[in-house]
């Protein structure tokens, strides 16, 4: 106990430890109930900003971790002391933005809860990597355990669940029900605010995309449907999504386009085939500043945001009996000058005497008192806000007033709405009206736009989208439509980021609302894993004043987590991955301790031979085992290309792998290396080969059979191969043979073509071949452990990387009851000669390989099978 107060704080007089005064420490930063702990190096930080975003008063203080590992040697001081000082506050709850703090560790139990004992105060704290969304909400994307995400630790108490979203918005616990998965030809899957449905063949999001960024609505679930790049959510799959959620769910149902295209039209369809009504909104959500709960932009079909559309979202409406369908009602808008959703319906009368209409299509001004159904109907367009004027506004006396007004109104939309606005005449314009259009593009900013085709504009995107669908429905990709295509616009902004909200406790917090200009982009922050302190990554959405909203992360590497560990000494990891796509949260990733109070974590053992296992796609030609000539194996570390094209092939089971990934980085940050950022794909890319048997479509004859198509998958493990520790001793493989083969003769080399499963012999608990198969007996020199991918880092198990080479020292015949076997070393890398090991090192080689199987562990079935190429000794 002296050393745990000595190494957390003040309150023991022995002077705390330091960072060498030469290199950056942790230091504290005090942001009104909310602090940061970070580099002495560090300068601005998009943490900051966003860390000014979460709700926080005295009763429930927030403590962020962003700590480098060359600053991390003092950061279990600096922790200890603000622990203790808060807790001398007696608050309701500190939140700790660790990321896996509250994961399992073993007996020792999770870091949160030792800080908890220590320091007598209750904490919150995650389980895996956390994730900062605009608005100030916390959420877990991928926890440790089932059920969990966000913990509540009181001294002496059982740890309690609290769901993946922080403050819990009031439909949690009854989507929580829902489980992801298949839904016909989409997967569902949890998001921030809410639900993701997306063709199954696309990639799961990730912070920084837009999925992420979406604000949480405290009272409705959000559905979000698709993503950019991919081909449209089939209605049928919507309707039985929504079927499948729980009537309190399901009764506060709000539909989000995320994947560019405007979805009145599929809402409309599932209304139809559910017999109820939907709400939908034009575009996606975004947390807001102050002035209102939440902005919303239109998303194009590559991601980009573009305008702020006045009329924000729509109730639709299943058709009547007769077949004919109400139109949509609108259900929020905003408009300059006027509160959003204020009066009876999405108009502004002007001071002229015409009157502003919000429409899905921009903006619409008349003077009559009703807006025409075409007008109504024309569907939003991510190229361009269009203003369309009537033909009545732009004759007679009032005509400048008219226009005026118009160009008042214009003035006080949002820069992105304005930077996208286009003005329209009516499709009849006399060359007088035309010319006195240009005129006031000009003069107010605007873009002309060619002359408005009554009707044509929903009937068009209409038939593109339902093209799109017989495509789908035919097994081709649905091409966006065209507008959609026109004028891309640069991701370079950032974007919008929300306000902090104002309450403080775990209850449903009403979220923040429009996007301000300058904000803070998406960051990473670091965090434990099974020895790393804690990592946040931020996804914030903020708009400049001339730019689309996109997210930019910025990287902070990660620390260990005995650098905050109450029993242990600091250490400094190497630095974790650091994701390159853009964020719209930040995410923290860290520590995963265990707790006997709750579920088991998801188990990284491999999967034996003969058990089932998740099918994947399988590529082309991935299941045809013939053998082909050896290719020049992938070496080094993977590249952003070779792991976006991974994540890609393997995307069915991409989520199976990816928890059990980062609960192993986090109870081992050096597996992350020098390579952060590709460490998470490297190491799926190693636990999907070991879960994989030798037949499946990532098993190791579809690897040696075409290693082009798989080159991608490959290239990381044999990445994710060189972050596994080394490992000395004896390694067995196991032969099918009667007898050891003619060709296995001294100074033979025999040369795998894809990675090799051997058997630790000294470890504990291994196992040995059956006596009647011919044993291999290796000597390695990079053979790596691949138990530390398993869910306790104990085991066996390891691994030649594909193209390793081993040289035949001698043969040993069966007799005396003893296997046959075979005795080999590694061939050093570059093909030299062998060092001659000295007859008593042999000696010990062949007594580990003629032990006799009497062991109760059975043999891996994966350990068995021949080393394909063979090399005839020279002459």
């Given at each position: 106990m002296p050393e745990l107060l000595r190494r957390f704080g003040r309150r023991d007089p022995a002077p705390p430890r330091t960072a060498p005064a030469e290199g950056p420490r942790t230091v504290l930063e005090d942001l009104s109930h909310r602090y940061l702990l970070r580099s002495s190096a560090a300068g601005e930080s998009d943490v900051r900003d966003l860390l000014r975003e979460l709700p926080a008063d005295a009763r429930r203080p927030v403590v962020v971790v962003d700590v480098p590992p060359d600053a991390a040697g003092n950061l279990g001081e600096e922790l200890g002391a603000l622990l203790g000082r808060l807790g001398d506050g007696e608050p309701l709850a500190v939140r700790l933005v660790l990321s896996g703090a509250a994961a399992p560790a073993g007996e020792a139990g999770p870091l949160a809860q030792r800080l908890a004992d220590a320091w007598r105060i209750t904490l919150e704290a995650p389980d895996a990597a956390a994730v900062l969304t605009p608005g100030g909400l916390l959420y877990v994307s991928e926890p440790a355990t089932p059920g969990g995400g966000w913990w509540r630790f009181v001294p002496d108490a059982a740890p309690e669940a609290l769901g993946i979203r922080?403050?819990?918005?009031?439909?949690?616990?009854?989507?929580?029900?829902?489980?992801?998965?298949r839904v016909g030809a989409c997967v569902a899957r949890p998001v921030p605010a809410g639900m993701l449905l997306s063709p199954a063949d696309a990639a799961a999001p990730r912070p920084g995309d837009p999925a992420y960024a979406a604000a949480a609505h405290p009272g409705k679930v959000s559905v979000l449907l698709g993503v950019p790049r991919a081909a449209p959510v089939p209605a049928d799959d919507l309707a039985t999504l929504l079927a499948g959620l729980p009537a309190d769910a399901r009764s506060s149902v709000r539909l989000v386009p995320a994947d560019g295209r405007e979805a009145v039209t599929l809402a409309e369809d599932v209304c139809d085939l559910l017999g109820t009504e939907l709400e939908v909104t034009v575009g996606l959500p975004l947390s807001g500043d102050g002035t209102a709960a939440e902005s919303v932009r239109v998303l194009s079909t590559e991601g980009e945001f573009t305008w702020s559309p006045p009329l924000t979202a729509l109730k639709c409406f299943p058709a009547r009996d007769d077949?004919?369908?109400?139109?949509?009602e609108p259900t929020g808008w905003s408009l300059p000058g006027a509160p959003a959703g204020a009066g009876d319906e999405p108009a502004l009368l002007l001071p002229s005497g015409a009157r502003a209409f919000a429409v899905r299509s921009g903006l619409w001004l008349g003077k009559d008192s009703e807006l025409p159904r075409e007008i109504g109907r024309r569907p939003a367009d991510a190229r361009a806000l269009r203003v369309t004027v009537d033909a009545a506004c732009l004759t007679g006396r009032e005509r400048d007033a008219?226009?005026?007004g118009l160009a008042a109104l214009l003035a006080g939309l949002d820069a992105p709405a304005r930077a996208y606005a286009e003005i329209a005449g009516p499709a009849d314009a006399a060359p007088e009206v035309v010319a006195l259009l240009r005129k006031f593009a000009v003069r107010t900013g605007l873009a002309l736009a060619p002359p408005a085709e009554t009707g044509t504009a929903e009937t068009g995107t209409a038939e593109t989208e339902a093209a799109g669908l017989r495509e789908t429905e035919t097994g081709m990709t649905a091409a966006p439509p065209p507008a959609a295509a026109a004028a891309p616009v640069a991701t370079t902004g950032r974007t919008p980021a929300a306000r902090p909200a104002t309450a403080s406790s775990p209850e449903p917090l009403p979220v923040a609302a429009p996007v301000r200009a300058g904000t803070a982009a998406a960051a990473p922050l670091p965090g434990p894993a099974p020895d790393s302190a804690s990592a946040v990554s931020t996804s914030a959405v903020s708009t400049a004043e001339s730019t689309?909203?996109?997210?930019?992360?910025?990287?902070?590497?990660?620390?260990?987590?005995t650098a905050c560990s109450p029993q242990a000494a600091p250490a400094t990891p190497a630095a974790p991955a650091v994701p390159t796509a853009p964020t719209a949260g930040v995410t923290v990733t860290g520590l995963l301790p265990s707790s006997g109070a709750r579920p088991p974590a998801a188990s990284a053992q491999p999967a034996p031979a003969g058990t089932p296992r998740t099918t994947v796609r399988a590529p082309a030609t991935a299941a045809a085992p013939a053998p082909a000539p050896l290719r020049p194996a992938p070496t080094g570390l993977s590249g952003e290309r070779d792991r976006h094209a991974f994540r890609e092939?393997?995307?069915?089971?991409?989520?199976?792998?990816?928890?059990?990934?980062?609960?192993a980085l986090i109870r081992l940050p050096a597996l992350r290396s020098s390579g952060e950022e590709g460490a998470n794909a490297d190491l799926i890319a190693v636990r999907l080969y070991l879960s994989s048997g030798p037949d499946d479509p990532f098993g190791a004859r579809a690897l040696a059979a075409d290693p082009d198509l798989l080159r991608p998958y490959a290239v990381c493990l044999a990445s994710g191969l060189r972050r596994l520790p080394a490992l000395r001793g004896t390694l067995i493989r196991a032969v099918p043979q009667p007898g050891i083969p003619d060709d296995a003769v001294p100074g033979a080399v025999l040369t795998c073509d894809a990675p090799l499963d051997v058997v630790h012999a000294e470890a504990r608990g291994a196992a040995l071949p059956p006596d009647a198969l011919v044993r291999y007996a290796i000597r390695p020199v990079t053979a790596r452990r691949t138990s530390v991918l398993t869910r306790d880092g104990d085991g066996a198990g390891a691994l030649f990387a594909a193209g390793t080479s081993f040289t035949v020292l001698a043969r040993r015949e069966r007799g005396d009851g003893s296997p046959a076997r075979v005795l080999l070393a590694e061939t050093p890398a570059g093909g030299g000669p062998v060092r001659e090991p000295s007859a008593g090192a042999l000696e010990k080689l062949d007594a580990a390989a003629r032990r006799s199987a009497a062991g109760e562990t059975p043999w891996p079935g994966r350990c068995t099978g021949p080393l394909r190429l063979y090399v005839p000794p020279a002459s």
């Open positions: 922080l403050p819990a918005p009031r439909w949690q616990r009854a989507l929580a029900r829902v489980p992801a998965g077949g004919s369908r109400p139109d949509p008219h226009l005026k689309t909203p996109s997210v930019s992360p910025a990287v902070v590497p990660s620390v260990s987590r092939l393997a995307a069915d089971i991409w989520e199976e792998h990816s928890g059990p990934v980062g609960q």
